[in-house]
């Protein structure tokens, strides 16, 4: 049961649901998302539902170590939780956190603990939270953007980051779209 969606989503619950519940439906609605894909996903589908489930734990209390929930999240699943090293990588390069990273002075940190990793299931993740608004309802990627950058404001660190990785956002949410219109 280990690294499944199932044994992910009871992690994000424990971790999410009562301290932070506005995070916890952003985060079963990136979840649900990601159940959408398994057509184009194959025998990835469950890697990425547990992936989307896990991608946002180190914003929780509990967990909170260096700020940055990326690489806090992906932490507390190789440390305690022993996620395997696919997965770890996968929540902590989630959405170009390695741009933020380098905002944060943290990217090598990043990349040398946690490797970028299979592009097309980084890009559905990416896909999946970037088309999944704070309460978890389907947006479109431009309407995202725009709520991140209002909640933050525009000399915030996150927003330079959103300014700076728009781009590979953007080219990442257009590949999945592709993938998913073929099938229709």
Known sequence: ???????AREIAR?????????????TQGVAAKARTLTPILGNNADLLEAAAWLHD?????????TGFHPLDGA?????????????CC?????????IEAAERGMAHVL?????????PLADALIYCD??????GVAVAFSDRLAEIRQRYGPHDLVTRF?????????????????KVFLLV
């Open 1 to 7: 049961m280990k690294n499944t969606a199932a044994w």
């Open 14 to 26: 424990d971790l999410l649901e009562e301290p932070l519940p506005r995070r916890w439906a952003h």
């Open 57 to 65: 734990i180190g914003y929780s209390p509990k967990i909170q170590g």
């Open 75 to 87: 932490r507390h699943l190789r440390d305690v939780d022993h996620a395997s090293h696919t997965l």
């Open 90 to 98: 996968l929540v902590a390069n989630h959405s170009c956190a390695l």
């Open 111 to 119: 990349s040398e603990e946690f490797p970028s990793t299979d592009q």
């Open 130 to 135: 970037m088309t999944t608004a704070p309460d």
């Open 162 to 178: 959103i300014d700076k990785a728009e781009r590979s956002l953007d080219e990442a949410v257009r590949a999945v779209e592709r």
